[in-house]
């Protein structure tokens, strides 16, 4: 075949070049060559490698301006009108309101990968950003078929896209040359003020899609963004999780994704419409454990987690139920554990439970995660205890809060936050939630104790 060198990733020990064939459907392919093409260049492909240079950057460019409008027309044919439902009225309705912006990001996604543009995804590390990871990597999957995408996944840590975020991915961008500007891809974090020196960094030399469902902080950069798509800006909030807006962009462009992975995206974020999902609570458990403990996948970094590492497990029963059934074996006994260790004190007909986690879980994972864990271990304790009470689980900088059913009427727990940030001020970073489940994030200079010696006393006083 014959086609023109778009992007040469030269960080690697022998170049690897993509190249868009000229002839048919512009396939993407990667020739590993002995040969020094040229970026921009005519060559023709033999046996997997490049066999000759056929003519210079120069007087190909005519040749690589009709590529790109034959992709582009090619990404325009292969975009279905709409995303389809998932049977959720809400939802669905939030989702229409989004399918313009959906589209037009879905748009300039094929657009990279059909023009072999090196494309970076960030997903945040839970089971909601590795849904969504996994969304957007079997849609394109499905929608390239023999050809090859040029992508990197990286799972992220943390809240924020920050400056050294950007940075990093700027030097890992920077070992490529390309025709066409690289893509991000940011799934199910980000959108806080913190992330604003990394968005502009990263604004300055890539395009940006981003997929996020966490409430918009005013002065938001990430706004700047033309791609920037999150359902509080269509009407809708948090309980639309990033797995499904993720699920939504990619069915636009390939069949309708695993139903099971979307709702182990609400089920995993705790979403409201998670009760309207039949399936996908193991998926969910088993995406928290790999997402979090990088020891049992037996990588050697959490960096490895990708969507291919979670395609090999879906498609390895066996290994599914293993480390679906450890799961489980280790929220059992972190539940016994933490039944033990709970502190209890007595307040009229109810009672408030306290937690340290640090004293719970093993020091070097992080399975179970403390909110998740807390809804869990509510959930035990509300069994046991028919009165019900408060749970109030915290580790590191952060306490988890939980209600038990029926109490978010004694217990003004979003009230209670903002006294606390009104007492500590700098002391608490951020905090927040429903009125049944909330947490406190302290900042790092910030006094855990004081606060949740206030919070226990806040707590008893509206019980009292
Ligand atoms: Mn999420």
């Known amino acids: 075949m014959e086609g023109i060198v778009v992007c040469i990733k030269r960080s ?71 995303p389809g439902s998932i049977g959720i009225s809400d939802i669905d309705a939030a989702t229409e309101r989004m399918r ?31 849904s969504g990871a996994y969304a957007i990597y079997s849609g394109m999957k499905a929608f390239l078929n023999e050809r090859k995408a040029n ?68 002065g938001f950069a990430g706004m700047k963004a033309q791609h920037y798509i999150n359902p509080w800006l269509f009407g809708s909030d948090s309980n639309y999780t990033a797995g499904l807006l993720s699920s939504m962009l990619a069915r636009l462009f390939s069949k309708s994704p695993s139903h099971e992975m979307e709702c182990a995206s609400l089920i995993g974020d705790h979403s409201s419409y998670a ?26 970094t959490a960096w490895d987690i990708t969507p291919q590492y979670i395609e090999g497990i879906l498609n390895n029963r066996q290994r599914y139920d293993e480390l679906l059934k450890y799961a489980k074996v280790r929220l059992d ?32 994972t992080g399975f179970p995660l403390p909110g998740r864990f807390a809804t869990r271990l509510m959930d035990t304790i509300a069994g046991l205890n028919p009165a019900g009470g408060i749970l109030i689980l915290h580790i590191n900088q952060y306490i988890s809060i939980r209600l038990s059913p029926g109490l978010e009427k004694r217990i003004d727990i979003l009230g209670i936050i903002n006294e606390l940030k ?28 004081a606060v949740l010696h206030d919070l226990i006393t806040l707590a008893k006083k509206s019980l009292g």
Request: proline share 3%.
């Open 12 to 82: 690697v020990r022998m170049p690897l070049f993509y190249i868009v064939g000229i002839s048919g459907n512009g396939p993407l392919c990667i020739a590993e060559s002995s040969i020094n093409a040229g970026l921009g260049e005519r060559v023709s492909v033999e046996n997997g490698g490049i066999a000759r240079v056929i003519e210079g950057e120069a007087k190909a460019q005519d040749l690589y301006s009709r590529l790109m409008s034959l992709s582009l027309e090619e990404a325009k044919r292969s975009l279905s009108a709409s």
């Open 100 to 130: 313009p912006a959906l589209k037009s990001a879905a748009l300039l996604l094929l657009k990279k990968l059909l023009l072999g543009a090196p494309i970076l995804i960030r997903f945040h590390n839970d089971a909601d950003g590795s």
């Open 151 to 218: 992508a990197v996944w990286i799972m992220h840590k943390g809240v924020a896209y920050s400056a050294y975020d950007a940075e990093s991915d700027r030097l890992i961008l920077n070992g490529y040359e390309s025709l066409e500007k690289p893509l991000i891809l940011i799934i199910d974090f980000g959108t806080s003020a913190d992330s604003n020196t990394g968005v502009e960094k990263a604004l300055a030399y890539a395009d940006v899609i981003w997929l996020d469902h966490h409430p918009v902080p005013e």
């Open 275 to 300: 009760v309207a999902c039949s399936e996908g609570r193991d998926l969910a458990t088993l995406l928290d454990l790999i997402t979090s403990d990088a020891r049992v996948t037996g990588l050697s």
């Open 333 to 364: 006994d972190t539940t016994n554990l933490a039944l033990k260790r709970l502190k209890v004190y007595d307040e009229h007909d109810s009672k408030i439970f306290l937690l340290d986690f640090d004293d719970v879980r093993d020091d070097n």
């Open 422 to 449: 009104e007492r500590h001020g700098a002391g608490i970073e951020s905090g927040g939630g429903h009125s049944n489940a909330a947490s406190i994030k302290v900042s790092a200079t910030g006094e855990k104790r």
